[in-house]
C-alpha cells in the first residue's frame, strides 16, 4: 500500500488524507465553481490560464499559472474552456502526454459536431486519456451546494483507470458517478442535458389538440345550444361540466393509442408473413412513446375521477338536487325506485372504479424503480394483460354509462352526438381487431411468425 | 494508449471508433437478433454454425463460418445455443483457450440443472473466461427496439476484464449491465426471468379466498335476505355495495395479517428463550411475503376509498335521501341535529382518512426507490411504528363505524352477524397481544432475547 | 485463470465453486450472525476470540482459534468488534499485514470521533487494506433473514482489489454492494445508521406548531363562539371541519415557504450584486430542505382532498341540506338559481382540482427514480415552472374561496379574520415579490450576477 504504489502515484487513490493536486484549464464560471468545490473537499486546486494576473473571481487558496506549468502540477486537468478554443491545446500535446483530460463542455444543440466534443478533445491530444464528466451539473448547483436535482455524473472513457480516479474525485463532491463505458458514449453524454422531455413532446402536442377540438365541441352542445334555444347561462360550465367530458374521453382515446400501434404492427407482419422486416418510421416512434401516451392518459383520468369526486359538492348540483326534491314535495308525489336505474348508475360507477384502480397499478409499475424490479416476464403480463384488461373496463365503463341514450333524439343537438360517443371510436376498433387477433387461425401464425418463422424467406434478401 | 495496449488489444477498450469482431455460435432467432442489433451498434459479427450455407435471415452484413473458423476471428463470442448442444464445444476447446464465452441461455424451468449453465460451461471449456449476460432480454425486445421493460442486463463472470468488456457490449446496444460478481451468482441470474410475481402469490391467493367468502356471506345477508322476507330487489348492491363491505374488511384483515407474524415469532422466542433456534418453515414464508400482503391490503383500502366517495353520486343513494326528505316534507316533520350521530359520523370518517393517509405513506416508502434512501433505523421507524399506528386507526374507524349497532339485534339476520364484525377479530388480536408485549415484564426479556441473552444456553447445542 | 493466478490466489475470485475462508473477531452478537450467514452461503468460517473455549453459541462448523491462529487462515477478517477494542490489534501486526480487515463498526453517536473508526483501524494496522462495510446491516435483520429494509450495503476502501472481494461477500449473502470509493467515505458511511430523517426535523417541527396555533384559532372561531353566542354545540367540528380547515392553510404555507428561500436569495444577490458570498446558514439550511417542504406541504393537501370529498357523506351535512329543502317546502318556496354562486363555487373547486394534480405530479417528480431520469433542465422546469403555477392555483383556489366574504363583517368573530386569510399572507408575498423579479430591468442583472457577473468585483476579496 505505500513502497509498491508509489510509482504509479498518480493512478492509485492515494490512503492518506492529502489529496492530489488538481488543474483545471480555464478561469471561467464553471470552472471557479468547480475549484471552490474541490478546494473545500480538500483538493489542492491549480488554475492554468491565459492571463496569470490573480482574479478576484479565483478562490483564494488556488493558484493561476500559465496553462503549461499548471499542466504540470497535476495528473488530472479538467477542461473548463468551449469546444472552439480546444486548438490551443495543440501546442501542449507533449506535457499532456498521459495526463488525464477531463472533459466537461457542452453545446448549445443535439449533435451539433460531427463528432462529440471528448472525443475531439482525444483526437487533438492523442497521448492523454479524456474522460468525459460532469457537463451534466450545472455551475449553478455546484456553487449554490443545493443540488435538488439529479446527483449523478455520467462517466466515460477509454482508460479504465482514469475513469476511475474522475470518478473518485465525482464522489468526494458528494456525487453520483456513473460509468458509460468508452468515450463513444461521450455523443449521448453531450446531448442528454439538453433534452426537455423529448419523448413527451408527441403525446401532450397530441392531447393539446384534441383537448382544444372536444373544448369547442362540448361548448356548442352544453353551453351554446341551450342559451340559443332555452336561453339558460350555463357559462360556468367551462370550470367543471366541460373539462370533466374532456378528460375521460382524452384519457379512453390516449389509452386506446398505446394498444393500436401493437395492433397495426400484428397486422403487418401477418400481412407480410415476417418479422424481418423493419416497421414504418411512424410506427416506430408511435411504439417508442406508448408508455407517456399511456401516463398522459392517466393524468387525464385522474383529473375525471377527482372532477366526478366533487360533483356532490357544486353549488350548481345542490341547487338542482334541491329544486328537484322541493318540487316533487310541492307536487305530492314520492317516486319509487327505479331498479334499471340504479343498476346502470352502479355498474357503471364500478367499472370506473375497477378501470381506474387498474390504470393506477399500470402507472405504478411505469415508475423506472419498479420495473426494475420487475422481469419481463412479469412486465409483460402487467402491462399487456392488465393493459388490455383496463381498457376493457374503460370502454365498458363509456357504454354504460351511455346506457339507452344512444338512441334518444334528444341527445343530438345539432345533428351533434354525445362527445363521449366519439371517444368510443378508436377503444371499440382496438378490442375488435384485437379480439379477431386471438383467433388461432390467426394467432398461431402470428406466433410462429414472431419466433423467426418466415411464410416467403426470400422476402428478406 | 497505442503502443503498450497493442498486446493486449483484446482485453482493453479500443479507443478508435472501430469496434472489435464479435462471434456469435448459432443462428436460431436470439442469435439472428442479437447479430442484427450489434450490426447496427458498429460492430463486425460472424455467425458460428454447423452448416455455413448462407441462410436469407443472417443478417447481410455478417459473416457465416464453422464454429472453429469463426472462434477463431474474434475474442469474444456469444453462445446463442441451447444447452443440451454445449457438448458439441469440447473438441474446440483448444480454439476457446483465452476466449471469453458469453452464456446467454435460459431453461424452462427453475433450478431444471443442478449447476447453472454457466458453471456448466465453464466446466466444459475450463480454458475459456465464462460471461453470464442477456438472459434476461427477448429476442423479440431486441429486434423490435421497443424494449419498454426493464433494459437490466445482469452480468456475472469470474474473469474482470471479460465482464468489462461484455458491460462495454451491453451498453453499446442501448441496455444496462448489472454487475453480479461472479459466476456463482449464475444460477439466480438464469432463474429470474422465469418468475411470474413469486412473491404475490400466497396473498393473491388468499385475498381472492376470503372475497369469494364475504361476497357470499354479504349477498346472503343483503340481497337475499331481503327478497325472502321484504320481497325487495336490491340485486345491484352487487355493483357497488357489496364490493364495498368486501374491500375494507379484506383490506382490515390483510393489514393485520402482516403484523400478525411478527408477534407470533415474539411469543415463539419467549417461551423458547432463545433467538437462535429457527422459526417453523410457514412462520419464515409468511414473514417474507408481508410487504406483498400490505401492498394488497393497501389496494382494498384504496378500492374501499372510492367505492364510498361515489356513494353521494349513485342513483340508488340519491333516489333513498330524496324519499326521505319528500317523506319528511310531506309529514310536516323537521328533525332536530343528532349531536351523537355528528360525533360518531365524522370521528369514523376521520379515523379511516387518517388511516388510510398513513397507509398511503407506508406504501410510498415501500417503492424500491424510497426504502433504498433511507436506513434501517428510518426503515423500522416508518413500517413499524407508522404501521400499528396505521393498524390501530383502521380498526377505530371499524369499531366506530359499528357505533351501537353491535347489541341491535335488528343487525343479525338469520343469527349472521354484519360482516364488518368478522373482519375486526385478527386486527384486535394482534393489537391485544402486541399491547400485552409491551409490557415491561415481557418487554425486557424479549429484548435481551433480541440481543443474543439465552434463558437455557444449552438449548442451541 | 490457473497458472498466473496461483500466485494472487487469495485476491482472485475462484473459479471453483469452493469459496475463501473467513475470519471473524469477536464472537458477539453481530459476529455470530454474520458467521452463521457465511456458513449457510458456503464459507468456511474461523472465529478469532480471547478465549477459545467453544461457546455453544457459535455456529457448529466454525472453529474457534486464538486472534493469531485464526487470521493466518484466512484472507479476509471481519472485525466484529468495538473501535475501543481495537488496540489489542496492535501487537498482530505483523500477521494482519496485506490482509483485508473489514471495519464493520458503528458509534453511538454522529461524529463520535474525530476519524472514522475504519481509517483509525488503518492508522492501527498500517501493513493491512482496510474496507468499510456492513455496518448499515444489523445483526437482527441478518439473523431473521427478512430483509425487508434496504438491501444496501455501503463499502468503501483503498485498495481496489480488497473492495472488490468484499463486495462479492455481500453479493453471496444477498445483499446489493454500494461502492463509496475510497476511505474517505468512511465517516459518512459510519454516520449514515444513526440518522433518523435529518432533513425532515424542520418541516414537521414548523408544521407541527402550525397546526397547534391553527388548531386552537378555528376552536375559538367555530364551537366556541357559537357555544357562547349561539348555545349550539359544534364539538364535533373537531374531527372533520376543522382539520379541513388547517390541512388547506398548511400546504398553502408550506408550499409558499418551499420558494420564498429563493426568492430571498435572489434580492439578496442583487443586493449584493455578487453570487460569490455564502448566504447566511439558516437560509442555506432553508434551502436545503425545500423537497421535505413541499412534500409534508403535499401530504396535507392530499388530506385536505379527502376531508373535503368526504362532505356529502357526513350525518352533520346530510342533516343541514335536508333541513334547509324540508324548510324550502314548507314555505312552498323554490329558489332560482344563482349563476355567481355557480361559477365561483365550480371555478374554486377547479382551481383546487389543477392545483392539486400539479401538486402530486411535482410529489411524483421527486421520487428518486424519477429525478434520476430527468436532465437538470427537465428537474428545472418542473420544479421551478410548474412549482410556481401550484402556487399560483393553489393561491387563487383559496381567493375565489373567500370570494366575496372578505369584506362581510359576520366573517370577523371577536375580531378575528377567517383562518383562510391569514394563511394568504405568505403565498401573496412570495407571488408579488417574484412576479417583481420577473420584470427585465430586476431580471437582467439577476441572470447576469447568476453566470458570474459582479458589480463590485472586489467585493468577494
Known amino acids: 500500500m505505500n513502497k509498491n504504489s508509489s510509482n504509479t502515484m498518480a493512478l ?9 493536486t488538481v488543474c483545471i484549464f480555464g478561469t471561467g464560471d464553471f470552472g471557479r465553481a468547480l475549484g471552490h468545490k474541490l478546494i473545500q473537499s480538500g483538493y489542492p486546486v491549480v488554475f492554468g490560464s491565459r492571463s496569470t494576473q490573480v482574479s478576484s473571481l479565483i478562490p483564494k487558496d488556488a493558484e493561476v499559472l500559465s496553462h503549461a506549468e499548471a499542466a504540470q502540477k497535476a495528473a488530472i486537468i479538467i477542461m473548463a474552456i468551449q469546444r472552439q478554443h480546444y486548438n490551443f491545446l495543440t501546442p501542449l500535446a507533449e506535457i499532456l502526454r498521459g495526463k488525464i483530460l477531463v472533459d466537461i463542455s457542452n453545446n448549445l444543440k443535439i449533435n451539433q459536431y460531427p463528432e462529440s466534443n471528448a472525443e475531439y478533445l482525444a483526437q487533438l491530444v492523442p497521448g492523454a486519456k479524456v474522460v468525459k464528466a460532469f457537463n451534466t451539473v450545472s455551475a449553478w448547483a455546484l456553487q449554490s451546494g443545493t443540488l435538488d436535482a439529479s446527483r449523478q455524473v455520467f462517466v466515460c472513457g477509454d482508460n479504465m483507470e482514469a475513469k476511475q480516479m474522475v470518478m473518485d474525485i465525482v464522489r468526494a ?3 453520483t458517478p456513473l460509468d458509460q463505458g468508452t468515450l463513444l458514449a461521450a455523443q449521448e ?7 426537455l422531455f423529448p419523448m413527451w413532446k408527441f403525446p401532450i402536442l397530441l392531447s393539446f389538440g384534441l383537448i382544444v377540438f372536444f373544448f369547442f365541441y362540448c361548448l356548442i352542445r352544453d353551453v351554446i345550444y341551450p342559451y340559443v334555444y332555452q336561453n339558460t347561462d350555463f357559462s360556468f360550465f367551462i370550470a367543471i361540466s366541460i373539462p370533466n367530458r374532456i378528460c375521460p374521453i382524452l384519457a379512453l382515446i390516449l389509452l386506446a393509442l398505446v394498444y393500436l400501434p401493437g395492433v397495426l404492427a400484428a397486422i403487418m407482419q401477418l ?12 410506427l416506430d416512434k408511435w411504439m417508442l412513446c406508448r408508455k407517456q401516451l399511456g401516463l398522459v392518459a392517466l393524468a387525464f383520468a385522474s383529473l375525471h375521477v377527482l372532477y366526478t369526486l366533487v360533483i356532490p359538492i357544486r353549488s350548481f348540483v345542490r341547487w338542482r338536487i334541491s329544486s328537484q326534491i322541493v318540487s316533487q314535495a310541492l307536487n305530492n308525489k314520492t317516486e319509487p325506485l327505479n331498479n334499471t336505474n340504479a343498476w346502470l348508475s352502479d355498474s357503471y360507477l364500478a367499472l370506473g372504479i375497477l378501470g381506474f384502480f387498474l390504470f393506477v397499478l399500470l402507472g405504478i409499475t411505469s415508475l423506472p424503480s419498479v420495473s426494475n424490479n420487475v422481469n419481463w416476464r412479469e412486465f409483460r403480463f402487467v402491462q399487456s394483460k392488465l393493459g388490455y384488461l383496463t381498457l376493457i373496463l374503460c370502454t365498458a365503463h363509456t357504454l354504460v354509462y351511455g346506457g339507452n341514450r344512444f338512441l334518444s333524439p334528444s341527445s343530438y343537438r345539432w345533428y351533434l352526438p354525445n362527445a363521449y360517443m366519439l371517444s368510443l371510436i378508436v377503444p371499440c376498433i382496438v378490442l375488435v381487431v384485437k379480439f379477431v387477433l386471438i383467433f388461432p387461425c390467426l394467432d398461431k401464425p402470428l406466433t410462429r411468425i414472431r419466433q423467426g418463422w418466415e411464410r416467403n424467406p426470400q422476402y428478406s434478401e
Chains 1, 2, 3 share one sequence.
Open 173 to 175: 463532491l458528494g456525487l
Open 12 to 20: 492509485t487513490p492515494n490512503t492518506s488524507n492529502k489529496r492530489e
Open 189 to 195: 453524454i453531450e446531448n442528454y442535458p439538453l433534452q
Open 271 to 282: 400481412y407480410r408473413g415476417t418479422k424481418y422486416h423493419r416497421f414504418p418510421d411512424w
